[in-house]
């Protein structure tokens, strides 16, 4: 298996994980409403769960284009040292994100600079591909 691919399995456990803290949260400050029918509003918990969702939201919409990439490159052939750190860049900055988010650490400008910088990695990528 390429590095990249080793890459994007631990992107896609860390996607696959990151319901656990919303989840936590939402169980830890149960709503009125019947949950089943209807979840209650991310505003009728604290700030933290409401971040919890929207970090697990954030990474599947970079980890798609993160994923076609990837198996792009790899169904190319295309493994150099550019793709290996921006993929292992992409996971650790989503990493980051992911902590920074629910956290409350990684504030403006830092949390946009991260998933920019993921954006970034994505593109050093395709055009790795799109080079070759």
């Not at 933290?48 to 169904?75: G, K, M, S, T």
């Not at 793709?83 to 292992?88: D, K």
Request: with cysteine.
């Amino acid at each position: 298996m390429t590095p990249e691919l080793t890459w994007l399995t631990l992107t896609a456990i860390l996607a696959a994980s990151l319901w656990i803290p919303y989840i936590v949260g939402v169980n830890k400050y149960p709503a009125a409403t019947d949950a089943f029918a209807r979840p209650a509003p991310l505003s009728d918990f604290p700030a933290w769960v409401h971040r919890a969702h929207r970090a697990h939201l954030n990474l599947i919409e970079q980890a798609v284009p993160f994923a076609i990439v990837v198996i792009v490159a790899h169904l190319a052939g295309v493994s150099n040292t550019v793709t290996v750190w921006a993929a292992a860049a992409f996971f650790w900055l989503r990493l980051a994100h992911a902590a920074g988010m629910i956290t409350g650490v990684a504030r403006m400008p830092l949390r946009p600079l991260i998933f920019t910088a993921g954006w970034l990695c994505i593109l050093a990528i395709a055009a790795a591909v799109l080079i070759a």
